[in-house]
């Protein structure tokens, strides 16, 4: 049989990261509707951002729109090694001044 469904929702029935509960099984060779689970939901490892809302961060942040975890791993790396070079750096010069003060 040939189906058409339409719905619409407004604002608070939205639920971010829920499903409906199926309602369909299959008993011995025929299918089963449970209407009384009809509205139930449930809920679903989903992002904490829409896709818009992650594009509006990404262009008011001027970032990239796209990113894997191993680039931003990468620059947390990146940022680290700088930060260790400085405090090496720092720690040098802590070390020459001492050095100079010891040969005075």
């Known amino acids: 049989m040939t189906c058409q469904a339409r719905s619409s929702y407004i604002t608070s029935e939205i639920l971010w990261g829920y499903r409906f509960t199926p309602v369909l ?3 011995d060779g ?3 509707v449970d209407y009384n689970s009809f509205h139930e939901t ?3 490892n989903t992002p904490v951002y829409s896709a818009k809302e992650l594009a509006e961060m990404a262009s008011r942040a ?3 729109l796209t990113w ?3 680039s931003k791993l990468d620059q947390h790396a990146e940022l680290e090694t700088e930060e260790d070079d400085k405090n090496q750096e720092d720690q040098n010069e802590r070390n020459g001044d001492v050095a100079n ?3 005075e």
């Open 62 to 64: 001027e970032l990239p």
């Open 68 to 70: 894997s975890v191993s």
């Open 101 to 103: 003060l010891e040969n």
């Open 42 to 44: 449930y809920e679903t």
């Open 30 to 32: 025929f299918y089963e």
């Open 25 to 27: 099984t299959l008993e």
